[in-house]
């Protein structure tokens, strides 16, 4: 999952579970690249730097791999490494992606496709820029209106 640094996903590939990430990483690239035209920096993990030199090779971006430091002990947070941690938090409030259900990676990343729409919707939904105040002719405001006409609700997900 490649996401962009508002937690978006702009490429997306499920592999098998037999499959390494570090395998998988230019491929994924190459989903980026079709769905991304003008990009500069891609962040990644340690084991996506064949993934980061591809994208060096194919497309001039630069890679900078996410590293833990020298000497580090316990949980510190990395730079950039958390966007994505972040957003996978936010698909795993989805019921159908808390567990493995699919047969086929097709399926998979159709209901990651699918939660991640309904979770883009809600913000839609929520956001402050989406409203406009309508206020009477004293300018004593009356009523908030809502310009955004998306509803999608589910079980989990707060109201």
Not at 1 to 9: A, E, N, P, Q, Y
Not at 38 to 58: C, E, I, M
Not at 103 to 128: D, G, K, Q
Request: one cysteine or more; glycine letters at 8%; charged letters at 20%.
């Amino acid at each position: 999952m490649l996401c962009d640094t508002l937690g978006l996903i702009r490429a997306l590939m499920v592999v098998p579970a037999d499959a390494q990430d570090r395998a998988g990483g230019p491929l994924l690239m190459d989903r980026l690249r079709a769905a991304v035209k003008r990009l500069k920096v891609v962040w990644g993990d340690t084991h996506f730097d064949t993934a980061l030199a591809h994208g060096w090779v194919g497309w001039g971006w630069v890679g900078v791999a996410v590293r833990k430091a020298a000497g580090q002990v316990g949980f510190v947070v990395q730079p950039r490494g958390w966007v994505v941690e972040r957003t996978s938090a936010w698909l795993g409030r989805s019921r159908r992606l808390s567990k493995e259900y699919e047969r086929t990676t097709a399926s998979s990343e159709a209901f990651i496709e699918v939660a991640m729409t309904h979770i883009m919707a809600w913000r839609l939904r929520r956001s402050p820029s989406s409203r406009a105040v309508k206020t009477n002719a004293a300018g004593n405001l009356t009523e908030l209106v809502t310009r955004t006409h998306i509803s999608l609700c589910s079980a989990n997900t707060p109201h």
